[in-house]
């Protein structure tokens, strides 16, 4: 995820985004804009620098870990 090669596209340039930026928008939801327009390419291939990234590595550490990713920051990296 990381290294931007998952193969998923932005979602921040997605005129749904972009004529709602005061909204609050739920992981999911971004994700689900983000991959309305399809892939950028097969998981491993090209780099493709996309923020959506960051919201699915956000979801995995909360799944695994159980606790929100801010949680998570502030125990294993802030404090």
């Known amino acids: 995820m990381l290294g931007?090669?998952?193969g998923l596209g932005e979602y921040n340039?997605?005129?749904a985004v972009l004529?709602?930026?005061h909204?609050?928008?739920t992981a999911p939801e971004l994700i689900a804009v983000a991959e309305a327009d399809g892939r950028t390419g097969e998981p491993?291939?090209?780099y493709?620098?996309?923020n959506t990234n960051y919201v699915v590595l956000g979801e995995i550490v909360e799944q695994v870990?159980?606790?929100s990713w801010s949680d998570q920051v502030r125990t294993r990296i802030a404090e």
Do not use: C, E, L
Request: no cysteine; hydrophobic share 20%.
């Open 4 to 6: 931007h090669t998952s």
């Open 13 to 15: 340039d997605k005129p």
């Open 19 to 21: 004529s709602d930026s």
């Open 23 to 25: 909204r609050v928008w």
């Open 44 to 46: 491993g291939s090209a």
């Open 48 to 50: 493709h620098y996309a």
């Open 65 to 67: 870990t159980g606790t």
